[in-house]
């Protein structure tokens, strides 16, 4: 053997009790699991580790993460690493570098150049999503990332490609082109297809568009994972649209950040877990991830809306610089209720800036726009609107306008799981980013209870693992891939906080993807153990 995990408190990821063993890798892979109570003798290897006090759990996964160029750009990833992350599922919210052609990757480069940097500092040497996933792979000369990577596919990057920026339907033509795309993106390794319905051009497609491509991501044995209509005024017709939408597709679905937000769903929780409910004892195929943290992140310009997005990035700056556009865009975020803004009128002091890619723009950082803007004194949308001029719809926010007990319900439910939507950008950036999953072990599971650690884990391990199909992840389990985490139950705790964001974690000493470690005695090894994990054809055909 490799490696002897001695007498640790074994969560499985089952969800049912926890056990004590030693658990014996070789290769890669679990090889032996010996319980306390069982006969024989226990197992020996090139290298022991005490692990007495620990608990040893299967790497969690990030189910929601915005790591597309951050795992190219930074071989240390600690964000997601110290969390015990071990696989990420990129490509989210409809919007991704993959599949393009060259002037898609120029559009979606500057769209979310807020939630990822602009990309100046990435050879962009792809363009499929097979492609991309390859790039993975062989990225910092041949060895790989610093943790595992699944794609969806990004359904608003998809509709750039084929139909461009108009709110309109697309031709017969460009939905084969798209339908085209998704098959062979799903054929390259993809896992499903995202959308971001708040977001343009995503946004822009009706549900038999939607429809005719989640029968082609079913086809392949994938699912959908939509940011939907609305999260906000709507947000339960939102949910219940894309249940309908799926079963009629045929397709799995998958909630992204399924939170109910905004002053109009506080409470609110139950109605959406009781159509969720009614829906799986119908026999749909459903899952969700969410956060725990109330506060929401994205860009600024997102609160837009659809109609200013029309066109592309350069046609909203001259929307917000010409006078009469920016009444009426003005009208509609605060008057009307923006779709940008899921049908609520924008509160300005919940919208928080966390971070520019401007510097001389840094001082509104960590102010609320209307903070900001009784400083200088003027309105809010005066010191919006320049925030967005000056720094080219760069600018991220915080959004705070969600309700604990709706999170707390939420994640009781018998398909959640963990998803970060961690922006890394920005320098004051969400601290779910660096702190999801300590945080749910630490505060909800052994702090006020919510789920059993047991229960926890699972939610964080084997249930996304379902999801993504993935047949040797997600348990402690002879023969299954050796990516676990070790960490205290007593001390493991998010370090991250709104006011220090990029803290890293505590009680996470040991983190090993591929039976390697990536987190040794609390800090980053060198090792790069990371690689693409794919779907359908792709995996069978060999690729990990």
């Not at 053997?1 to 658990?23: C, E, F």
Request: proline share 5%; charged share 25%; with cysteine.
């Amino acid at each position: 053997m490799d490696l002897v995990i001695r007498d640790a408190r074994v969560i499985d990821g089952t969800a049912t009790p926890s056990y004590r063993a030693d658990v014996a890798l070789s290769g890669g892979r679990i090889a032996e699991i010996h319980r306390e109570d069982s006969p024989g003798p226990r197992p020996t290897a090139v290298r022991t580790l005490d692990a007495d006090g620990l608990a040893l759990s299967p790497g969690f996964v990030d189910m929601h993460a915005h790591s597309d160029l951050a795992l190219l750009r930074d071989p240390d990833h600690s964000a997601k690493a110290a969390q015990g992350v071990t696989l990420e599922v990129l490509g989210q919210d409809g919007l991704s570098y993959a599949p393009v052609d060259d002037r898609t990757l120029a559009e979606v480069r500057r769209s979310i150049a807020g939630w990822n940097g602009d990309g100046s500092d990435i050879d962009f040497d792809w363009r499929s999503v097979g492609e991309y996933l390859d790039r993975l792979d062989r990225n910092f000369g041949g060895r790989g990332i610093a943790v595992n990577a699944a794609y969806l596919i990004p359904q608003g990057t998809v509709r750039m490609y084929a139909v461009g920026w108009d709110d309109r339907p697309a031709t017969d033509a460009e939905l084969t082109r798209m339908k085209q795309l998704v098959a062979r993106s799903m054929a390259e390794g993809a896992v499903g297809m995202s959308s971001g319905l708040t977001y343009t051009p995503g946004m822009y497609a009706d549900d038999a568009e939607l429809t005719a491509l989640c029968r082609v991501v079913a086809e392949h044995g994938g699912y959908y994972c939509p940011h939907h209509r609305s999260y906000g005024a709507g947000a339960l017709e939102a949910y219940e649209e894309m249940v309908r939408l799926t079963r009629t597709a045929g397709c799995a679905l998958h909630l992204a950040h399924a939170t109910m937000n905004f002053g109009v769903n506080e409470g609110r929780a139950p109605e959406l877990l009781g159509l969720l409910d009614r829906a799986l004892d119908a026999g749909a195929d459903i899952s969700l991830d969410t956060y725990p943290y109330t506060p929401g992140c994205t860009t600024l310009v997102a609160m837009l809306p659809s109609w200013a997005g029309e066109g592309g990035p350069e046609s909203v700056l001259t929307r917000l610089a010409d006078e009469a556009s920016a009444a009426m865009i003005r009208h509609d975020l605060e008057v009307v209720g923006s779709d940008g803004c899921h049908g609520v009128p924008i509160e300005w002091d919940t919208i928080e800036i966390s971070g520019v890619t401007v510097p001389d723009l840094a001082a509104y950082v960590g102010r609320t726009v209307a903070e900001s803007a009784h400083l200088r004194g003027e309105e809010p949308w005066v010191t919006a609107r320049r925030l967005l001029l000056q720094d080219r719809l760069g600018t991220t926010i915080l959004q705070h306008v969600g309700h604990e007990e709706n999170v707390r319900q939420i994640m009781r439910h018998r398909v959640h799981t963990g998803g970060s939507d961690g922006i890394l950008r920005g320098d004051k950036p969400h601290p779910r980013a660096y702190g999801t999953f300590p945080h749910y072990l630490g505060r909800y599971a052994r702090e006020l209870g919510i789920l059993s650690l047991e229960e926890c884990v699972a939610h964080l391990t084997s249930r996304p693992a379902a999801r993504l199909r993935l047949p040797d992840r997600g348990y402690v389990r002879e023969g299954y891939r050796a990516d676990l985490v070790l960490f205290d139950p007593s001390t493991v705790a998010a370090g991250s906080t709104f006011a220090e964001p990029r803290t890293l974690p505590v009680g996470i000493p040991h983190v090993l993807i591929d039976g390697r470690f990536v987190i040794e005695d609390g800090r980053r090894t060198q090792v790069l153990a990371g690689r693409s994990v794919r779907s359908g054809t792709a995996a069978a055909a060999g690729a990990r």
